[in-house]
C-alpha cells in the first residue's frame, strides 16, 4: 500500500509486508535510517537489494517531475527525493556538455520495442505479399504490385490491418518516449512538440493505410499514405536536423550511426518522390518497386532508435491531481509513480 510521511518534511513510502521503502531504499521496520541528506544524494546504482528468505527485494526508486511520464537513462542526472505533493515539478536538466557516456554493459528494455516494430512491420507486409500471391490475388506477370494492392482481399487484407494497426500503436509509443527523452536532453519545447506530432501523424496515417483499403477508400487511403510516407520521414528529418542544430546533443551508439540515418533518410525521400513521379508516368511496377524500399527504409529507421533507447534504464508512469479535481483523502497519495 501507499501511505504519506509525516508533513514536515513531506516523503512518499512504500510498505509491502513488514518492508519499507522510504524515498527509494528498502529498509527492515525497526531499522534506523541513515541522514535524510545521505539518502537524497544516493544514486539508485548504489541501492544494493534486500534479500527476504529465498528471495529480494529490488530498490524501487521514486522520481519526480511534472508530466506524465519521466524516461530514466545513463545521461540523465541522479534522481533526489522531492515532496510527495502536486506542486513537485522539478524538471531534470539536459545534459552538461562534455561528459562521458557510461557503459551500462547491456541495452535496457525499452531498446526492443524499435526493434521489435521493424521486424514485426517488415515480416508482416512480406506476409501478406506471400499470401497475395499464393491466393492469385496479385499477378506478377502483370507488374510488381503495390503494397496495398496485396492488402486489398481477404484473407490478407485481415492480416494487412492488424500488421498496421499494432505498428502504429507501436510507433506512436515510441514518439512518446522519444519525446520525453529528447526533453531530459534540453530540447525546446515546441521543437520537441514539432517532432512529436510529425511522428504521432505518421502512426495515424499507418492505422488509416490499414483500415481503409485502396478499392473501398481510395482517397481516405491516399492521405492516410502520405501521413505514412511523407510525414513520416519529415519526423526522421527533423530529428537529423536537431542532433545537427544541437552540438551537445548525447549522440548514443557508434559514430556511423549518424551519417548511416543520413543517407537513408535520403535514399527514403528520393524514392518517396520517384514513386508518385513514376505513377503519374503510368510506370506502375517500378512506382510500386520504390514504394516497398521506401517503406523497408521507414522501417529499419524506426528500429534504429534502439540504439537512442539503449541508454534508458526504465520509464516512470507519474499520476497527478488536476488542480480543480477534489482533495484526495488524508490517507491516499497525492501523486502516484509506478515503474515500467
Given at each position: ?26 529498509r527492515a521496520p525497526g531499522s534506523r535510517p ?198 513520416g520521414i519529415l519526423y526522421f528529418w527533423l ?55 521506401a517503406a523497408m527504409l521507414l522501417f529499419i ?40
Open positions: 500500500m501507499f501511505s504519506a510521511g509525516s508533513p514536515s518534511p513531506p516523503t512518499c513510502s512504500l510498505a509491502v509486508g513488514n518492508w519499507e521503502a522510504s524515498v527509494g531504499r528498502i541513515g541522514p535524510a541528506a545521505s539518502r537524497q544524494k544516493r544514486h539508485p546504482a548504489e541501492w544494493a537489494p534486500v534479500g527476504l528468505g529465498s528471495h529480494s527485494l529490488r530498490s524501487v526508486p521514486l522520481v519526480f517531475d511534472r508530466g506524465l511520464w519521466l524516461c530514466r537513462g545513463a545521461d540523465s542526472p541522479a534522481p533526489t527525493a522531492q515532496p510527495c505533493s502536486p506542486n513537485s515539478h522539478a524538471a531534470p536538466g539536459p545534459r552538461e556538455p562534455g561528459r562521458a557516456w557510461t557503459d551500462p554493459g547491456m541495452w535496457g528494455y525499452l531498446s526492443l520495442l524499435p526493434m521489435c516494430l521493424a521486424f514485426w512491420a517488415i515480416a508482416g507486409i512480406w506476409t501478406v505479399f506471400s499470401l497475395a500471391v499464393v491466393n492469385k490475388a496479385v499477378n506478377l506477370t502483370d507488374g510488381f504490385p503495390y503494397i496495398s494492392v496485396c492488402g486489398n482481399v481477404p484473407p490478407q487484407s485481415c492480416i494487412f490491418s492488424q500488421v498496421l494497426n499494432i505498428g502504429a500503436a507501436s510507433a506512436a509509443w515510441i514518439c512518446i518516449l522519444r519525446y520525453y527523452q529528447l526533453r531530459d536532453w534540453g530540447v525546446r519545447k515546441w521543437h520537441n512538440q514539432v517532432i512529436l506530432w510529425t511522428g504521432l501523424l505518421c502512426a495515424l496515417g499507418t492505422s488509416i493505410v490499414g483500415n481503409f483499403q485502396e478499392k473501398n477508400q481510395r482517397a481516405t487511403h491516399l492521405t492516410g499514405a502520405f501521413l505514412a510516407f511523407f510525414v530529428q537529423l536536423f536537431l542532433s545537427w542544430r544541437m552540438k551537445n546533443l548525447p549522440q548514443p551508439g557508434a559514430p556511423w550511426i549518424g551519417p548511416l540515418r543520413l543517407v537513408l533518410c535520403s535514399a527514403c525521400f528520393i524514392l518517396e518522390v520517384a514513386m508518385v513521379v513514376l505513377h503519374s508516368w503510368s510506370m506502375r511496377s517500378i512506382s510500386a518497386i520504390c514504394e516497398w524500399v529507421l524506426f528500429g534504429l532508435l534502439a540504439v537512442d533507447f539503449s541508454r534508458l534504464d526504465g520509464c516512470t508512469l507519474c499520476l497527478q491531481p488536476g488542480s480543480g479535481s477534489l482533495r484526495p483523502p488524508p490517507d491516499s497519495p497525492t501523486s502516484l509513480h509506478v515503474q515500467l
